[in-house]
């Protein structure tokens, strides 16, 4: 059981899991929230607050604590970094788009992920957030775990570590961002920057990058294939960011993101959905790694994207969370 509750960080690729039969688990999960409290359980700002169903999952958490972040598969990097001043900031239309993000060998998809979702619903946000700094630097405009706004010394070197990471990356706008947020979790200014990016491959709750980068989340736990997915169609497609987390996969438990081509313990931008004549609801969402490989539906090695979007793919989601793969769904707004 802890490893259900371990943080949201997967980074490519992680091999898939067979599975098995599986037992009811999320109507469990709800029968035992249940207990505590008729109201679904929020995350605000990293935080389970409320008279909601806290004290259940303050103690299903408690049996895992301290929160870590899942191992890195450690994906071997064919390509050569490229070096920050031959990158533009934006692609060629000078905006921000979801599909500029490419998460490559650390475990931050809860920051990545929000970055895609909100560079898609609302890309002036992010050209807001950043303006030149001093020798080549930039001042980001990011928010702390306390909530509080901070503007954020990078240099042009700390830019330059973050993109090491990743070799895949085509403009600047998102590795800057990371740095940012590398920034705010290594501490003390004088830090190495690597100490910030220790810290963002180890921690991340589903709403952790929407809280930095907005100054709010609000996270739906264990949502039901009903009202909770209404609710969630409403938020996307009114344009508000919302993230989708992928439970750690433990199919004896009935946890099984795989079955329906997710990754485990992983953090989708959710780009659009939509609602069937049966009520069947769908989710275009987009995987930060930019590829589906190795968990395609029903083992494919590769899902070809739906859209421009290289990561992009649609999922049954009443069906996944039937099948226990949806862990929560995270967003910029209020359920």
Not at 246 to 257: E, N, Q, R, V, Y
Not at 277 to 293: I, S
């Amino acid at each position: 059981m802890p490893d259900m509750f371990r943080s949201w960080g997967a980074a490519p690729l992680a091999a898939p899991v067979p599975t098995v039969p599986h037992l009811d688990f999320p109507a469990m999960m709800n029968g035992l929230l249940g207990a505590f409290a008729p109201h679904p359980a929020r995350d605000q700002g990293f935080d389970v607050v409320g008279a909601s169903r806290a004290g259940a999952a303050h103690a299903l958490g408690s049996l895992a604590l301290p929160w870590v972040g899942a191992p890195n598969p450690g994906p071997v990097q064919t390509k050569t970094p490229k070096n920050a001043s031959e990158l533009a900031m934006y692609g060629l239309d000078g905006k921000p788009h979801g599909r500029d993000v490419v998460q490559d060998d650390i475990n931050d998809c809860y920051f990545v992920g929000a970055e895609a979702a909100v560079a898609d619903m609302s890309g002036g946000l992010i050209s807001n957030m950043i303006h030149p700094g001093k020798d080549g630097g930039y001042v980001v405009n990011l928010y702390d775990k306390s909530g509080s706004k901070r503007d954020v010394k990078v240099s042009s070197a700390d830019v330059q570590a973050l993109l090491n990471h990743h070799p895949d990356q085509e403009v600047l706008w998102p590795v800057v961002l990371e740095a940012a947020q590398a920034r705010i979790e290594g501490g003390a200014p004088g830090n190495p920057i690597q100490f910030g990016i220790d810290s963002l491959d180890e921690t991340g709750l589903p709403g952790t990058g929407l809280q930095a980068l907005t100054g709010h989340s609000d996270t739906l736990l264990f949502p039901n294939a009903g009202s909770d997915l209404t609710k969630t169609m409403g938020l996307v497609n009114s344009g508000t960011p919302v993230v989708m987390a992928t439970w750690k996969s433990m199919t004896p438990l009935g946890l099984d993101p795989h079955r329906d081509g997710l990754v485990s313990a992983h953090v989708y931008e959710v780009m659009s959905m939509h609602k069937d004549p049966d009520g069947t609801v769908w989710g275009l969402v987009n995987n930060p790694w930019g590829h589906n490989r190795s968990h395609g539906n029903k083992g494919d090695w590769d899902v070809p994207a739906v859209s421009d979007v290289p990561g992009s793919k649609w999922v049954n989601l009443t069906q996944a969370i039937d099948h226990g793969g949806i862990a929560s769904f995270a967003t910029a707004g209020s359920f």
